[in-house]
């Protein structure tokens, strides 16, 4: 089983900064990684399919790069609406099976 | 466009079975699956299991194994969840969603509450 950890488990920034968020898999994965937003008392919304593909409606200020075990979401420059529970998400066959991470949570000062 | 509208907060007692329904709207379910996660309160996202409703074929998280299950009617656009044996650690919020290929379109989330 692939387990998908993120670091750090909270940041604080001011707006402006630039962010980066890092999602680390157990074992060498394909690109079939997603990064989902989930703000207080909101479903999640994705934000990044397929490592770097931006969602539909999704701003600029987010991308997604990565490979084999390393994977990152950057925020540039972070809003003040970007505070929430950022996830990243392995989708492995067909049915997928899904896997989670931990999530960040993105404070901003 | 394509919603998904879950159906409202359910209350159980334990051990006892608690059924959601996920009705898609805009588009009928085709060949996209359609997946169920929950979030315990404070919790992060937990992958359950999903179907992909075309053909019925089902998958499910090791961890609900035996105790989930997920069907889908293609004619009414509608899948369910159904999660047995409750206790209170089931008490959670329940998501449905589309894969294509991620989860791009999201149920509101129906409140499970597992109480005596």
């Known amino acids: 089983e692939i387990v998908l950890t993120q670091s750090p488990a909270t940041l604080s920034l001011s707006p402006g900064e630039r962010t980066t968020l890092s999602c680390r898999a157990s074992q060498n994965i394909n690109n079939f990684l997603a990064w989902y937003q989930q703000r207080p008392g909101q479903a999640p919304r994705l934000l990044i399919y397929d490592t770097f593909n931006r969602a539909t409606g999704i701003p600029a200020r987010f991308s997604g790069s990565g490979s084999g075990t390393d994977f990152t979401l950057t925020i540039s420059p972070l809003e003040p609406e970007d505070v929430a529970v950022y996830y990243c998400?392995?989708?492995?066959?067909?049915?997928?099976?899904?896997?989670f991470g931990g999530g960040t949570k993105v404070e901003v000062k | 466009q394509v919603q998904l509208v879950q159906s409202g907060a359910e209350v159980k007692k334990p051990g006892s079975s608690v059924k959601v329904s996920c009705k898609a709207s805009?588009?009928?379910?085709?060949?996209?699956?359609l997946t169920w996660v929950r979030q315990a309160p404070g919790q992060g996202l937990e992958w359950m299991g999903g179907i992909i409703p075309s053909s019925g074929a089902a998958n499910y998280a090791q961890s609900f194994q035996g105790r989930v299950t997920i069907t889908a009617d293609k004619f009414t656009s509608t899948a369910y969840m159904e999660l047995s044996s409750l206790t209170s650690k089931d008490t959670a919020m329940y998501y449905c969603?589309?894969?294509?290929?991620?989860?791009?379109?999201w149920g509101r989330g129906t409140t499970v509450t597992v109480s005596s």
């Open positions: 969603a589309r894969v294509t290929p991620a989860m791009d379109v």
């Open positions: 805009g588009e009928t379910l085709r060949n996209f699956a």
């Open positions: 998400q392995l989708r492995i066959n067909w049915p997928p099976v899904l896997t």
